[in-house]
């Protein structure tokens, strides 16, 4: 049975930093692209950050150069560090085995000016 939870999720001020973290179970992550992403409210889920099974990074244009996509996969778990925070990248974020249609519950940031 596959399962993500995500947890790290908190409420930060503009130009902080948070880690969040995805433990995956019921698969490997290391045969897996995954991605993170995340929904505010009254607009669409969009895609910040992936990871193919090799490795490759991507991030959204309005993301990169401050978060960092990574797993650990001896833990099984994947990680999304954002740094230098910012009020619009308040959501609640999601990560994603890509293309299988398995979700986590997902988690609350919240970034204030």
């Known amino acids: 049975q596959v399962q993500l939870v995500e947890s790290g999720g908190g409420l930060v001020q503009a130009g902080g930093s948070l880690r969040l973290s995805c433990a995956a179970s019921?698969?490997?992550?290391?045969?897996?692209?995954m991605g993170w992403h995340r929904q505010a409210p009254g607009k669409q889920r969009e895609l910040v950050a992936s990871?193919?099974?090799?490795?490759?990074?991507n991030y959204a244009g309005s993301v990169k150069g401050r978060f960092t996509i990574s797993r650990d996969n001896a833990k099984n778990t994947l990680y999304l560090q954002m740094n230098n925070l910012k009020p619009e990248d308040t959501a609640v974020y999601y990560c994603?085995?890509?293309?299988?249609?398995?979700w986590g519950q997902g988690t609350q940031v919240t970034v204030s000016s």
């Open positions: 994603s085995r890509m293309g299988s249609g398995s």
């Open positions: 019921g698969f490997r992550l290391r045969y897996n692209a």
């Open positions: 990871i193919s099974a090799a490795g490759d990074p």
